[in-house]
Structure formats: C-alpha cells, structure tokens
C-alpha cells in the first residue's frame, strides 16, 4: 500500500479534510444496520436461528422477505468494509507505521472494546463493537506485527482458555492463524532455500495445509475409529483443494501487490461457506436418512432453542432492567469466548484496504470503470446467489427434515451478501459523481459523520421503546417495524445535521478521539 509523500501527523481527521462519500456511506450502512437490528429488539434472539419468523403473514410477511433478501447481511458487511477503510486510512495517514501509531491504534482500539463491553452489558446484546475491536487487534498485528508477537498471542490465548476452562477461547487461534498468513502474504515475499532452491513462504505454508488437512483428519477418524460421513469427507476435500488454489493464488497472483488484501479477503471469507455448502448440498441429496445420533441432536437443539426464546422473552418483555443486564452479560461472555463472526470481519477488513490502497475509496471519480464493473458483478452475483437460493430452499426451519435444507440456504444467503454489499457500496459511489445523486445522498453524511454517536443511540431509543423495563412495545409486526426505522432515522439525521452546526464532532465521538489523542 503506497504511502503518501507527505503524510500528515497522526492524529484525528479535521473535518475539512473528511471524505463526504465515505461519510454517506457509514450513513446509508447505519440505515441497513437498523433495519436488520429491530428485528432482535421484537424477537427473542435465540429463535433467529430458525430464519424468518414462522408466524408473519401478509405485508409483514413481505416486509420480513425484503429486508431478509436485500438487508440483512449485507450491511454489517457494508459497515465492516468501512471500519476497514478507516484503518487503511489512519495508516496511510501515519509518518511511519511504526511504534506511534501501534500505540495510537491500539489504545484506539481498546476504548472501542470498552464501549462494546458497555453497549453489549448495559444496553443491548446484539453489539458489533466487541467482535470490531478484537478483529482489530488481529488485523493489527498482521499488518505490524512480529513473529514473537504472534507467538505471545497464541499462548496468551492457550492460557486464557485453561485458566477460564473455556476451549471456545481457542477458536481465536484460527483467527491468529489467519492474521498471520494474510500479514505474510501482504507484507512481502519472504523466502526460504530447501532442496537447493528458494521457495516462497506463504505459498508453501498454504500447500502444506491444503494438503496435510485431508490427511491429518484421516488419521484422526482411523485412530479414533469414528465413523465419518460422506458429507465431512467432501468438507475435508474441498477445503484442502480450497487451500492449494489460494497457495497458487498467492504464487501466481502477487502482483499488483495491493489488490492482496482483496484476494486473502474474498477468499477467507467464503473458503469455509463454500466447502460447508458442497458438503451439505451432498448431504441433504444423499438418499441416507438421518441417524439416530443426528436426531438426537436435532430435537435437543430445537429443545434448547424454545428453552432459550422463553426465558429471553420472559426477561426481555416483563423483567426488571437488572434482570436484562444479567442476561446480556452471560450473552457478552458466550460470545466474547470464541471467535465467532471475528473471522468473517477480519476478511471484510482486508477488503476494506483494498478500498483505499486501490484509490477507489479516496478518489472515486478516477476509478469509474472498476467502480461500474465492481457494481455490476456485485449486484448481479449477489442477486442470483440470494434470490436463487431463497426461492428453491426453505427460509424456515421448522421441522428436523428442514434442517440440511436451511443450513444450506442460510450458507449460500452468506455467500451472496458479500458480493451484493460490494454492490451496494459502488453503486453509492456512482450516484455520488452526478449532481442529483450527491444532493439526495449529501443528507446521509451527517449522519456517518456521527456514526458511533448514531448506533449506540439507535440502541438506546430501540431497547427503551421495546423492552418490558421502557415503554414495552415488545413484538411490533414486521412491517411497522420498518415504519418505525425510517421514522428513527429520519430524527436521527436532522439532529445530526443540527449538532454538526455547532459541534466538530458527534458527542462519542468527542471522547473517543479526546482518549485516544488527548484532544479531539
């Protein structure tokens, strides 16, 4: 990533200097993310793993449809794109990228995991900070890391998870392992001699993996002596073949060097969605009825999921807000244990970069081409993916016989957010570089200028207007719901206009720069 002539001193960004179109566009995202959010403010959490409610009908019934086809996903891709972007930003922005901004990004990122843990405890349990901040500090340390740093990660990450009692902790080692690969891959083309030649480091890294997963799992189900299904078999291979085509890919393909962290992300973002939708398209074609063991499964996991739906909407709609906040904490700490989604951010980071070192994020204008081409493959594969999964696989598990046939569905409508959030960022681009499209979208920078301050209050009107401790309008229909959203955010981009004409920034984000800075 090029690295301008002359950089200005690290430090926050005055607003004269902010990009109005990235401003649009965390303003367009924070309209999706509230969207899909209200949904988790009217639905118990856990039942979501079910898919679209069983009980709508109607227009809420159609209203549920479209945001599930054309909103959710796809904006908490769009809003890690940008968190991304920022980053690429900060560091091109940076004299060196060395121990100064380490330290300015670092303790950055620390008061957003601070803000997260009060969001997710205090306010509401669906928050993106946390997973933001500990992706963060992995991407930190791919970009600027060192061997020993990665090593003391991972044994930090070892004692955590025995000192808590908790493997989950240890699923970060596959993040770490990630950071590590896509920091070696970005950074430089580091070499070793064996055989009497050179060989390229993370290329042969990634071969070495491709093909000792096949054989390593072999191993352990022959030792073991458990029986595997044809469907893990097909996993296994083709997440091995997966990764001997991103060994070629980072042989092959290295040049030009900033697209990299396009490649690694594309790839780490859909590698495992890919091999576990091959596997499953294998398994629900396969003319074997479920054993008794997957049934088993089955019928307590729908078990659990009704035990957890009742005791969330029990608290959530008729408990005290001391009640609330013990929930969400045992939810903070499940899912602060184990990396989650953390992986899927960090991939979106890496596009993100790709963003701003192409030029495309900072100066759309001269990049119109990639910007057209970019939206129309995003749109169109993102679309046929979405809609062509949606219309032949269920959107609904409601029975054990469902369950193969969802889980695909839900994969594929993974797979196909990201392409389409590609397409939905250009086309904003686009629209940006005519005269009526910068007046209808110029109302939304306000807003992203005041991005954080923005979702952490929608958190706040939702869960106050919703929840059994505030006004109770617990299980608004679908399609009010949307009503309601519009509403919110129309008030919140006039007060966001009105604060701007007297304030620099939004009030979190005054202190957020006023920690890590000194001055905001």
């Not at 009497?196 to 480091?201: C, D, F, N, S, Y």
Request: net charge positive; glycine share 10%.
């Amino acid at each position: 990533m090029s690295t301008p002539a002359a950089p200005a001193p690290a430090g926050p960004t005055p607003p004269r200097q902010r990009l109005p179109w990235i401003d649009a566009l965390r303003g367009f995202a924070l309209l999706g993310i509230l969207l899909m959010n209200v949904e988790l403010f009217n639905r118990a959490y856990a039942s979501l793993s079910v898919g679209l409610d069983p009980a709508s009908t109607g227009i809420d019934r159609g209203a549920d449809l479209l945001i599930y086809l054309l909103v959710r996903t796809k904006f908490w891709i769009l809003f890690s794109l940008l968190f991304g972007m920022g980053f690429a930003m900060m560091l091109e922005r940076a004299p060196v990228a060395g121990r100064g901004f380490v330290r300015t990004y670092l303790r950055r990122t620390l008061l957003l995991l601070l803000f997260g843990v009060i969001h997710g405890i205090l306010i509401w349990e669906g928050d993106i900070l946390t997973g933001y901040a500990f992706t963060a500090l992995f991407l930190l340390l791919a970009l600027l890391g060192r061997l020993r740093d990665g090593l003391l990660a991972a044994a930090a990450l070892v004692l955590l998870a025995l000192l808590f009692r908790n493997p989950g902790v240890l699923s970060y080692l596959a993040l770490l392992l990630m950071a590590g690969l896509s920091g070696l891959y970005i950074r430089g083309d580091l070499r070793f001699r064996r055989l009497g030649r050179e060989w390229l480091l993370t290329p042969s890294l990634l071969a070495a993996l491709g093909l000792l997963l096949p054989i390593g799992v072999s191993i352990v189900a022959l030792a073991t002596g458990s029986p595997s299904e044809i469907s893990d078999f097909v996993f296994v291979i083709v997440l091995g073949f997966e990764f001997l085509l991103l060994a070629w890919m980072a042989w092959k393909r290295r040049e030009p060097a900033e697209r990299r962290p396009l490649q690694f992300g594309v790839a780490w973002f859909s590698i495992f969605m890919i091999a576990a939708a091959l596997a499953g398209a294998v398994k629900l074609h396969s003319s074997a009825p479920p054993t008794a063991q997957e049934q088993q499964r089955a019928e307590q996991r729908d078990r659990d999921v009704q035990e957890n739906s009742a005791r969330q909407i029990r608290v959530l709609t008729s408990g005290s807000y001391a009640e609330a906040v013990a929930l969400r904490a045992e939810s903070w700490i499940e899912d602060a244990a184990h990396a989650g989604w953390t992986t899927s951010y960090f991939a979106v980071f890496l596009i993100g970069m790709w963003l701003v070192g192409s030029g495309i994020a900072m100066q759309p204008e001269r990049h119109l081409a990639e910007l057209r081409w970019l939206c129309g493959i995003g749109l169109t594969l993102g679309l046929l993916v979405t809609l062509g999964s949606a219309s032949v696989l269920p959107l609904t598990r409601v029975a054990e016989a469902d369950d193969e046939a969802f889980r695909l569905q839900n994969l594929l409508h993974q797979l196909g957010a990201l392409p389409l959030a590609l397409g939905y960022l250009s086309l904003v681009l686009l629209a940006w570089q005519s005269a009526a499209g910068k007046a209808c979208l110029s109302w939304l920078a306000p807003v992203g200028r005041m991005a954080l301050t923005n979702y952490l209050l929608q958190s706040i009107v939702c869960s106050l207007f919703f929840y059994g401790y505030g006004l109770g309008h617990w299980g608004m229909p679908r399609a009010q719901q949307a009503v309601f959203c519009f509403a919110l955010f129309g008030a919140q981009v006039i007060l966001s206009a009105a604060w701007l004409r007297y304030f620099r920034f939004g009030p979190m984000e005054w202190v957020w720069r006023r920690l890590t800075y000194g001055r905001a």
